[in-house]
């Protein structure tokens, strides 16, 4: 079944793997970005995989407007859409006791984790409700599921969005719509690149977490898992 999706924070990290997937799997592709020119001369590139193929639309999650614009500029080039990943997110380690200067941290993580996916989910669910086999497929976190560390900001801005994934299950469910909120641990990634208490290799990988959201969309409305949850490494 070729899908039709909007997949945001492409440009990078898992986002970027997951839409290179989805693109080989022979999947139309909407792709939100904060800079577009940014994959120009890759394979995302449509002047390399086909306009027919492939849409880049700026984004830009902090911005209460970008959602409706890119929504409606997808519908104007695909006439539609089935499915929505949403990838954009920042991390900040803000503790409780933050101080005046990391206020701004607080507003971005709430912005870009919460209402990012919030405002966009909200913007194409008339379009979602229209097909029978819609699917909404959310980057959480493993610190959406417990806290751990001293990452108060970025602990509860997963927390929110694991439930608002739960809200979305819920809301979707009778008109076909499946919500799978993936929840990893350390994946190499520029956001874990100042980790140093694990190599590289041995965390998960961008390109396997694509794997997985590729045979989350091949799956029937009956078997579509809510939650994904993968820990590389082994937590008590």
Known sequence: MMRT????????????????????????????????????????????AGSEQVFLHPYEAQDV????????????????????IHCAGVFHRTPIRFNDNQQHEIDQLWQVNVMGPWLLSRAAWSQLECHDEARIIVLVSMSGKRS?????????????????????????????????AICPGWVNTDMAARVKSLPKEAMTQPDDIASLSSHLLQLPNSCVPFELSMNCTHEI
């Open 5 to 48: 999706i909007l997949i945001s924070g492409a440009s990078r990290g898992i986002g970027r793997a997951i839409a290179e997937r989805m693109l080989a799997d022979g999947h139309r592709l909407s792709l939100g970005l904060r800079d577009p020119k940014c994959l120009i001369g890759s394979s995302l590139d449509p002047a390399i």
């Open 65 to 84: 407007n970008a959602a409706e614009s890119w929504v409606s500029a997808s519908l104007a080039h695909f006439s539609g859409f089935d499915s929505l």
């Open 148 to 180: 751990k560390g001293r990452l108060a900001g970025y602990t509860v801005s997963k927390f929110a969005l694991m439930g608002l994934c739960q809200t979305m299950r819920n809301e979707g469910w009778e008109q076909g719509i499946r919500v799978t």
